[in-house]
């Protein structure tokens, strides 16, 4: 047994050091055994745990799993220090150096060195050194959300000129997937079928990116939207009963 004394304060680098503790020979046998790879679904699901208690407004429910999302973090953390790769004060001197020189607006000393340069995905490209358009899109990680890596894809691909460039447009190239995923869907083979379901997808986030809206959020509160209309739809038939 651990002797880890109780506070009435906590911080982030008590998190990270019980952690430590929870990998130690002597820790937690569950703990010690895991690795970026075996948790990585679980940041996932406790990000998607956050989001939803954004979404219902809870601020009790969101301290617990922004809480959850930390301690995510912390393991990652501590798992790149085992390696000798990372600290943790690594990780908070980088990103902190990252928000200032990407807020030249707000610090003077990224004004003086980003003379010339607005806004964040400009900087950004400076930074990573990103001069093409294969750079730009190859930095889109391909594990994000389908809908949500296509937009950004798109947006990407807009800033090089490449791409509708007016709803007219995008609406046009829609309308011509459709028609393709009807005739593959009346009469093509599976891999035909997928493509043309792709494309038609594809087209549709484009023109709701045109449109100013985010695709992935428009498809959830769609699928809220579906979920409730069932519901009353169940609830209805059981009063009737």
């Known amino acids: 047994m651990i002797d880890w004394p109780e506070k009435e304060h906590y911080t982030a680098e008590d998190l990270v050091e019980i952690v430590r503790i929870l990998r130690r020979p002597d820790g937690c046998p569950w703990d010690r ?37 930390l301690m995510q973090v912390a393991f990652h953390v ?18 902190c150096e990252k928000l200032v020189y990407r807020h030249p607006h707000v610090f003077a000393s990224s004004a003086a060195q980003n003379a010339g340069i607005n806004g964040w995905d400009a900087l950004k490209n400076k930074e990573k050194g990103r001069r093409t358009l294969a750079d730009e899109l190859d930095s889109v990680p391909v594990t994000l959300p389908a809908l949500m890596r296509a937009q950004k894809l798109q947006k990407r691909a807009a800033g090089h000129g490449a791409g509708p460039a007016q709803q ?9 997937a459709c028609r393709c995923w009807q005739a593959a869907a009346q009469s093509g083979g599976a891999e035909d079928r997928a493509r043309a379901a792709g494309e038609m997808l594809f087209a549709a986030v484009d023109s709701i990116r045109l449109a100013g809206l985010d695709a992935e959020e428009a498809l959830t509160f769609a699928s809220k939207a579906f979920c409730k209309a069932l519901e009353s739809g169940r609830d209805a038939h059981q009063t009737e009963q």
């Open 33 to 69: 055994v895991q690795t970026h790879q075996s948790i990585r679904k679980n940041f996932l699901e406790e990000t998607c745990e956050a989001l939803e208690a954004i979404d219902a407004d809870d601020p009790q429910m969101l301290r617990e799993e922004l809480g959850d999302v």
């Open 168 to 176: 007219s447009e995008a609406l046009a190239a829609l309308e011509e």
């Open 78 to 95: 501590v798992l790149e220090e085992e390696q000798g790769r990372s600290t943790f004060e690594d990780i908070c001197r980088e990103v």
